[in-house]
């Protein structure tokens, strides 16, 4: 029923009403991405949406001003804003005055009932212009998590609604490609998350292609055809990112990517997804007769418990628990699960990590000086050393002061020889890792001398657990018993962590008054109410 | 300090610190390791040279 000339509400709560909206934007049900969304969406308990029959998006505007404006055939500016609600609102919407529907939405959207919009432009045969929604479905005892994810407001019938998701678009063939469509993904979600500049594909396309190559001569117009990285890494920066990026090499038998057992892809991609950051994956191709790659953006990770807990590496870490990425791609949809190895159960793409992943380009925030890999491999160093030249001394020496926790470090020695310890590293806030901290469960000695410490804006966090204690389905469950924290805007080799903690001993490596080179001074302190605390981890 | 300044916060029940068994440690990677992290950042160099002729549609 119509609410006013351009708004209108519908019922969704029969399959025929979905078929309907699906062949309203795709007449010949050609279009992957979109069969995709409206199945998570009927999925995920939708029941009526709101449209906006003549909305006009900033990126098609954009768009239309560079491109479908110039064109013979005649292009319509406005879009469609489709608002998705897992309740039927269509009679009270329909019935009730002004400020009682914008009071309604209002509290819809605090209630979780409001799952997010997609814009429709009026382009045939690539619809989807603005995407980002709230519809997440994990499959039995698997643990799904959206990792990149940040808060959308918008403005319906006067009323704010917030959806929090990651963000995703479909490229138009006609003038991008999904290199474009990859990079519009990271950079919204730096937009919306990080107040990072606004980029359009336009925007985009342009800054991948300045300075031109001989690469954008293969297509019109230029880069329609597709992008090489070197212009994937000129677009990142414009948009005041600092790409990072890992390759690996083609083996001459298989003719698959290889990647050495020092740089598992999968371990890559965990460390900066887990830290909110939108990776993407360059692609080889996987049918016979495709010749070009393609390009997807991972927003989110999964987990399973092992039926085994006996790792290959030496230092193994989360990844060794994930089986699937979630990843948006512009043309298969959104947050498909995206195997680690070939024949996994629930897989939803063609391509998998180890198959087809020839390199990853990270976006990295601009003072980060140092990777993760590199602290990972940091982080297991000085655990090595503290097991080979503190701790028989400290034990000897200190066994009283550590109270309780000396059961619990005995425990974890011996799980260090047995290889029984896993890794997590991520990045984030020195002040997010503080907080945290002191609203978690970890000790209350180490909380306080925490709470003083100073930190610098970016920290690499590393967190080792036992993996029986790390083996559980829900994250609020698992258990780590130590972790170590790096500074992440500082490259040089010599400097020592910020904080390292092991079971009844806290580290804090402090900045010493100004002298002519910058020096640290360490304290080590025993912490006798020192026991196993949950890792950090996000909420849904 | 000056008075105006105010004291000093200190952490509350703090322990007493102790004595490293070793003043540099933290402080110097094993050679092991710091061979491991040349390779991963040798990684990095190689980007252009191993993906220079791929294009993403």
């Given at each position: ?28 049900l ?23 029959h003549?909305?006009l ?73 603005r ?8 499959p ?32 138009d ?53 597709g ?70 953006v ?100 200190h ?21 029984q ?35 610098p ?84 | 300090m ?31 390791a ?24």
């Open positions: 029923m119509s609410v006013d000339s351009s708004t209108s509400v519908v019922a969704l709560d029969q399959d025929k009403s979905w078929t309907e909206l699906q062949l309203l934007f795709d007449p010949t050609n279009n992957r991405s979109l069969a995709n969304i409206l199945e998570q969406l009927n999925e995920s308990g939708v029941k009526s949406a709101i449209i906006e003549d909305y998006d900033r990126d098609y505007s954009e768009e239309f001003k560079a491109f479908y404006a110039t064109l013979f055939p005649r292009y319509r500016r406005h879009t469609k804003r489709l608002h998705f609600f897992r309740q039927d609102i269509s009679a009270q919407v329909s019935s009730l005055g002004a400020l009682e529907t914008a009071n309604f939405l209002t509290t819809h959207s605090k209630d979780g009932d409001y799952v997010g919009f997609i814009v429709i432009r009026p382009v045939r045969d690539a619809p989807l212009g995407v980002v929604l709230n519809v997440l479905q994990p039995p005892d698997i643990h799904t998590a959206i990792e990149v994810r940040g808060d959308y407001e918008v403005h319906l019938l006067g009323a704010t609604l917030v959806v929090r998701g990651a963000p995703f678009t479909q490229q063939t006609r003038i991008t490609a999904c290199a474009q469509a990859s990079i519009w993904m990271v950079g919204r979600h730096f937009y919306a998350k990080h107040k990072g500049p606004w980029f359009s594909t336009v925007r985009i396309a342009d800054a991948a292609s300045h300075p031109t190559d001989a690469m954008l001569s293969s297509s019109l117009p230029a880069g329609g055809g992008l090489g990285i070197t212009n994937m890494v000129r677009a990142l920066r414009a948009m005041d990112r600092q790409p990072y990026s890992f390759s690996a090499e083609i083996d001459e038998k298989t003719k698959l990517p290889s990647w050495p057992a020092y740089l598992e892809p999968e371990s890559i991609i965990a460390r900066y997804v887990e830290s909110g950051i939108p990776v993407i994956l360059g692609l080889n191709p996987w049918e016979t007769g495709q010749r070009d790659g393609h390009a997807v991972v927003v989110g990770t999964t987990f399973q418990a092992r039926p085994n807990l006996t790792f290959e590496s030496d230092r193994p870490n989360i990844s060794q628990y994930i089986p699937f990425f979630l990843v948006n791609d512009d043309q298969r949809g959104i947050n498909l699960r995206m195997p680690v190895v070939k024949g996994t159960l629930d897989g939803e793409t063609p391509y998998t990590v180890r198959d087809h992943v020839q390199f990853i380009l990270i976006p990295l925030p601009e003072k980060v000086f140092v990777s993760g890999e590199t602290v990972e491999r940091r982080s297991w160093d000085i655990l090595a050393q503290f097991y080979s030249s503190e701790w028989p001394g400290l034990r000897q020496d066994a009283p002061d550590f109270g309780p926790a000396l059961a619990l470090a005995d425990g974890a020695a011996i799980a260090f020889q047995q290889k310890i896993v890794s997590r590293t991520y990045l984030t806030f020195g002040w997010k890792y503080k907080q945290r901290l002191i609203e978690g469960d970890i000790s209350k000695t180490i909380k306080s001398l925490v709470a003083l410490h100073q930190f804006r970016m920290v690499w966090v590393t967190e080792f657990g036992i993996a029986s204690d790390v083996n559980q389905l829900e994250p609020a469950k698992r258990r780590i018993f130590a972790h170590c924290v790096h500074d992440a805007t500082i490259a040089t080799d010599g400097s020592p962590p910020l904080v390292f903690h092991m079971p009844g001993l806290l580290w804090l490596w402090s900045q010493c008054d100004p002298s002519f080179y910058s020096t640290a001074e360490v304290s080590l302190y025993p912490i006798s109410d020192d026991a196993h605390y949950t890792p950090r981890w996000r909420h849904p | 000056a008075e105006i300044l105010g004291s000093r916060i200190t952490p509350q029940a703090a322990p007493e610190p102790i004595k490293p068994k070793t003043s540099d440690f933290g402080q110097k990677l094993t050679e092991k710091r061979e491991d992290i040349e390779k991963i950042e040798a990684n990095a160099r190689t980007t252009e040279q191993r993906n220079g002729s791929l294009i993403l549609k």
